[in-house]
């Protein structure tokens, strides 16, 4: 192997190590504590109460299934989407409830809902109130 192509091996390998350690990761995450952490037109759900832990954002339009520890665990959320948006938990069959959150809603510890949240959609998905 010439010398150039050995240099250039090398000076390769140290960029890609460099690129990979620069790599954003695709954890979602919002300031702690903050009662008003989601970004316009977003609505975040954390996985521990006051807005701490693991956090997931969704914005619409469509449902989107909870990511990030939140399905099932989403004890906070805060709304900045521009109308309505709805948790939506499945039960058993082809049943399931949701729940309203308006813009501007938040809830600081979601007990009622924590271990309920699936996922959020921007219509009721034929879902029931609950």
Avoid at 18 to 36: D, H, K, Y
Avoid at 76 to 103: H, M, Q
Wanted: proline letters at 5%.
């Amino acid at each position: 192997m010439h010398r150039s192509t050995a240099l250039l091996a090398t000076t390769l390998v140290g960029v890609a190590a460099a690129l990979t350690l620069a790599a954003p990761t695709a954890v979602a995450t919002a300031p702690a504590g903050s009662a008003r952490a989601a970004g316009p037109g977003q609505v975040c759900f954390w996985t521990e109460a006051g807005q701490h832990g693991q956090a997931w954002c969704y914005a619409p339009p469509g449902y989107a299934e909870a990511e990030n520890g939140t399905q099932r665990h989403a004890y906070s959320f805060d709304s900045r989407v521009d109308g309505t948006v709805y948790a939506i938990s499945y039960g058993p069959g082809n049943s399931c409830l949701y729940r309203e959150i308006r813009k501007d809603d938040y809830d600081e510890n979601w007990e009622a809902w924590a271990t309920k949240f699936d996922g959020v959609s921007d219509n009721r998905m034929g879902c029931e109130a609950g």
